[in-house]
């Protein structure tokens, strides 16, 4: 399936969060912020697909997760922002350790790009994430204040 079509039909799942049939979306994605987010991202679609399109032929993916009763290395979900990458790891430090892991994918393997909750993620299926490996040094949380 073409990457913008995926693209459209999450987007729209999102926003009506009615998730597509056969694929699990977090339940924080059915708050109404949330849903108004995906009705923007329809918006955005077209400054989302131009920047897809200048990205190389293959990138650098990261996906933040907590190690412990769950574990969420591997999942659709992921970001082209490290920085974004730590944000997820520690939002909720009662599921475990905070963790980053950092995979390699082809452009052409990405079902989707958006940037409309500024998260610059893409889907991807996990079988298509090479090279993936958990980040020693993560830095601290960007919850805490100094």
């Not at 918006?43 to 907590?66: A, V």
């Not at 922002?81 to 393997?109: I, Q």
């Not at 996990?126 to 960007?142: C, E, F, M, Q, Y």
Request: charged share 30%.
């Amino acid at each position: 399936m073409e990457a913008s079509l995926v693209c459209d039909v999450l987007a729209v799942a999102l926003a009506e969060h009615r998730p597509p049939r056969g694929l699990m979306f977090h339940s924080d994605w059915g708050t109404a912020g949330q849903r108004e987010a995906a009705k923007l991202s329809l918006e955005m679609r077209r400054k989302d697909r131009k920047f897809f399109e200048g990205l190389p032929k293959t990138l650098t993916i990261y996906r933040g997760y907590q190690h412990g009763i769950h574990r969420h290395k591997m999942g659709l979900s992921w970001t082209l922002s490290k920085e974004k990458a730590v944000w997820f790891a520690y939002r909720r430090p009662e599921n475990g350790k905070p963790m980053v892991a950092l995979g390699r994918c082809r452009k052409a393997d990405v079902f989707c790009y958006t940037n409309g909750r500024e998260e610059d993620e893409i889907i991807i299926d996990p079988a298509h994430i090479t090279n993936v490996r958990t980040l020693k040094d993560i830095g601290p949380s960007p919850f805490e204040h100094h």
